[in-house]
């Protein structure tokens, strides 16, 4: 078992919808919680972090934790086609050596 | 705002050249990591650095090689470019290991 899943995609949703993306994991010590947007043949960009349970808004965006679920996800709100892009969600703690990616997933916005 | 540059965006080498990736971060942080992505294979680490002159390996070290001699500046080193190395290299520094990484904008290496 990995200990980060992230589905793959590819998920299509017209412009305007709210988009909803998800990973779990299976590490109970992971803290911080990021979420990074990366456009096709670029490198990954930082779009959200969490630090323990909650929910964070930034803009159009929210990110929430679950921790007892063990449960992250990403909402885009009134989606754009600029937001077409693979999503990746990473987490780690601060003992660790590195943090861990999902796989990402692949996000298509449809005008 | 965090700037991690990376030295090339495009590259291509012949097999059995010796290729220099090189990376510079301007957050004086003390982690930084290359990765390499490809299709279907997502991020994989080739080796990292939590202090100058320091390195560890990652999951995926055979290969490579890296130098750090200079807190901002982390090298990635080909010794011998083979086809299968042909993939998008990607740099990455952070305050701490297991926290939030800052990724450059990557380099595309082929290797004929």
Same mark, same amino acid.
């Given at each position: 078992q990995k200990e980060v899943e992230q589905d793959p995609g590819p998920l299509s949703v017209p412009e305007g919808a709210i988009v909803s993306l998800n990973c779990t994991y299976?590490?109970?010590?992971?803290?911080y919680f990021m979420w990074y947007r990366q456009y096709s043949r670029k490198g990954p960009e930082l779009l959200m972090y969490t630090y323990s349970s909650g929910n964070k808004e930034d803009g159009r965006f929210t990110a929430q934790v679950d921790k007892s679920s063990k449960y992250i996800s990403l909402f885009i709100r !009134? +989606?754009?086609?600029? !937001? +077409?892009a693979t999503y990746l969600c990473a987490m780690g703690d601060s003992s660790a050596s590195k943090i861990i990616f999902g796989s990402g997933t692949r996000l298509s916005i449809r005008p | 705002d965090v700037k991690v540059t990376q030295s090339s965006r495009y590259l291509v080498k012949r097999t059995g050249e010796k290729v220099f990736l090189e990376c510079v971060q301007?957050?004086?942080?003390e982690n930084m990591f290359w990765y390499r992505q490809d299709p279907g294979l997502g991020l994989r680490l080739i080796y990292f650095s939590y202090d100058v002159k320091m390195k560890e390996k990652g999951d995926i070290p055979e290969g490579y090689s890296v130098s750090r001699e200079k807190k901002e500046r982390f090298s990635l080193i080909l010794e011998s470019a083979s086809t299968n190395q042909t993939s998008m290299y990607l740099c990455a520094s952070s305050e701490a290991p297991g926290v939030t990484q800052y990724f450059g904008p990557g380099t595309r290496l082929l290797v004929l």
């Open positions: 299976s590490n109970s010590a992971f803290q !009134d +989606s754009q086609p600029s !937001d +077409s | 301007d957050m004086d942080h």
